[in-house]
């Protein structure tokens, strides 16, 4: 069984058992991203990106805890061990900032710039990772190894000087700092995904 099927089942019981707390979160979501319509190229990766942070980080007022903790809790006694063991695994899942060491024919080989340290992750498609890109992604523990998630924010290759930059401007283990980094170097991708009569660097520049 592949990861999808584990992230489908988990995704859908947050839209089954919590639907109107997705609506709610979708609608926070957003508008702390800014206006996103839905004929923007990056739209599908920024729905991803909502589900995944939608299941993975926060937490539901009805529990207290996201729904991925909330999903293991209620379905420990009918989950089997191994599939109890894959979704508590996902519980350590780590979504970061990550560069482009090199590709091979079962993944890419990565550094996590945030904590600095380097990764494996099993992927079908290497190919779609360019040696040197950052991008903003979530790994998770799974079959021994690392997998992705669903959401993936790509950043321009002429934008890695810039991205280094602001980077060496956040102090060590500063993780608001970091999430609010990757946050607006997100938004930066959407401007420059919208706007494609100017050069993408000009809006990692603001």
């Keep these: 069984m ?3 099927t584990y992230l489908d089942e988990l995704q ?7 639907h109107a707390e997705l609506i709610a979160a979708r609608v926070e979501y957003f508008a702390g991203l800014g ?3 839905e004929s923007d ?6 729905l991803d990106r909502f589900l995944d942070w939608f299941l993975f980080e926060r937490a ?4 207290g805890q996201t729904p991925l903790v909330t999903f293991t ?25 990550f560069q ?12 996590d710039l945030l904590i600095e340290k380097k990764f494996f992750v099993e992927d079908e498609l290497p190919n779609m990772f360019s040696k040197g890109q950052i991008f903003e992604a979530r790994i998770l523990p799974f079959g021994g190894g690392w997998r992705f998630s669903k959401g993936y924010i790509f950043h321009p290759l002429t934008t890695v000087k810039f991205i280094e930059k602001r980077l060496k401007r956040i102090p060590t283990g500063d993780r608001e700092a970091q999430k609010a980094l990757i946050r607006d170097l997100a938004i930066c991708r959407l401007k420059a995904d919208r706007y494609k ?10």
């Design 73 to 97: 809790d209620q379905k420990r006694e009918t989950l089997s061990d191994d599939d109890l063991r894959i979704f508590e695994g996902f519980i350590q899942n780590l979504h970061s900032l």
């Design 100 to 111: 482009v060491r090199k590709t091979d024919a079962k993944g890419v080989h990565l550094t």
């Design 41 to 46: 190229d990056s739209f599908e990766a920024h």
């Design 2 to 4: 592949n990861i999808e």
């Design 60 to 63: 539901l007022p009805q529990t």
């Design 197 to 206: 009569h100017i050069e993408a660097l000009q809006f990692y520049k603001i």
């Design 12 to 18: 859908r019981f947050a839209d089954e058992t919590y």
């Design 35 to 37: 206006r996103i319509n």
